[in-house]
C-alpha cells in the first residue's frame, strides 16, 4: 500500500498547489468538498512562495553573473595596489621616502611586505589604506609615487568597487529572498496538509488504487514503497 508524504523541496509544494489550483473541478459544485477559505489560503500562498522562488533564482542568476565580471576587475585593482606598495617599498628602501611615513598607510615599517590581496576583501581592506595613506603623505610634503600613480589605483579600485558593492546588494537580496521562502514553508506546508486531508476524506469510499488516482488529481503525493507495485486494473 502506497504511502502519502508531503512535499520536501518548494519546486515540489508549488507543484502540488499549483494541480490543485488548475484543476477546473475545485471550481465546480461537485468539487465545492475542498472548504472555500482553505482554497484561498493555497492560492495566495502559492503566489507568495511562486514569486519568492522567482525573486531568489533572478538574484542567485545575477550574482553568478556579477561575480564573473568581478574576477579580472578585482585582479587589476589588486595588481595595481601590491606594485603601489612594492615602489613605495623600496623608495623608503632607497632613502627617499622616510620610513616612519609608513604610518600613514597603516603598514608595519619594521616589516616591509605587500599585504596578503588574495581576497575581495582584503583588496577592499587595504587598497582605501593605501588611497588615504598617499594622500596624507602628500600633505605632509611628500613626493608622489609615479609608477603606478595613485590616481590609477584610485581609478581600478573605485571600478573594483562599484561591482563589488553591487555583488554584495544582489547577495543581500539573495539572502532576503531565501529567508521569505523559509518563512512561507511552514505555511505551505499546513495547507498543503490540510487540503490532502480534506481530498482523501472525500474519496474515502471509493476502493485503493481507484482512490489513490482520484486524489493524485488533485495534487496528492503518494509514493511505493521498495518491491511495491501498484495493482493495475
Known amino acids: 500500500m502506497p504511502y ?3 512535499p520536501k523541496t518548494d519546486a515540489a509544494r508549488l ?4 494541480m490543485l489550483i488548475d484543476n477546473n473541478d475545485v471550481y465546480t459544485v461537485e468539487g465545492r468538498f475542498i472548504d472555500r477559505s482553505l482554497l484561498a489560503k493555497a492560492q495566495k500562498i502559492y503566489a507568495e512562495l511562486s514569486d519568492a522562488s522567482d525573486q531568489y533564482r533572478l538574484s542567485i542568476r545575477t550574482q553568478v553573473r556579477y561575480a564573473k ?10 595588481t595595481y595596489v601590491s606594485h603601489f606598495l612594492q615602489v613605495l617599498f623600496l623608495a623608503v628602501e632607497r632613502g627617499e621616502i622616510d620610513r616612519k ?3 600613514f598607510y597603516q603598514l608595519d615599517s619594521k616589516n616591509m611586505t605587500v599585504p596578503y590581496l588574495k581576497t575581495a576583501e582584503a583588496v577592499m581592506k587595504w587598497a582605501p589604506l593605501v588611497i588615504e595613506g598617499e594622500k596624507k603623505r602628500l600633505k605632509s610634503g611628500g613626493k608622489p609615487i609615479l609608477s603606478p600613480p595613485i590616481g590609477a589605483v584610485m581609478t581600478h579600485f573605485d571600478v573594483f568597487k562599484g ?10 537580496r539573495s539572502k532576503s529572498a531565501l529567508d521569505d521562502i523559509g518563512k512561507l514553508r511552514p505555511e505551505t506546508d499546513g495547507v ?3 487540503l490532502w486531508n480534506q481530498i482523501e476524506q472525500h474519496f474515502a469510499d471509493l476502493h485503493d488504487e481507484e482512490r489513490y488516482d482520484a486524489c493524485r488529481k488533485y495534487g496528492v503525493v503518494y509514493y511505493y514503497r521498495r ?4 495493482k493495475i486494473g
Open 163 to 172: 561591482m563589488y558593492d553591487a555583488q554584495r546588494q544582489y547577495q543581500a
Open 4 to 6: 502519502r508524504r508531503l
Open 15 to 18: 507543484k502540488a498547489l499549483q
Open 101 to 103: 611615513n609608513l604610518a
Open 227 to 230: 518491491n511495491e507495485k501498484p
Open 192 to 194: 498543503i496538509l490540510d
Open 69 to 78: 565580471r568581478i574576477v579580472p576587475l578585482q585582479q587589476r585593482a589588486m
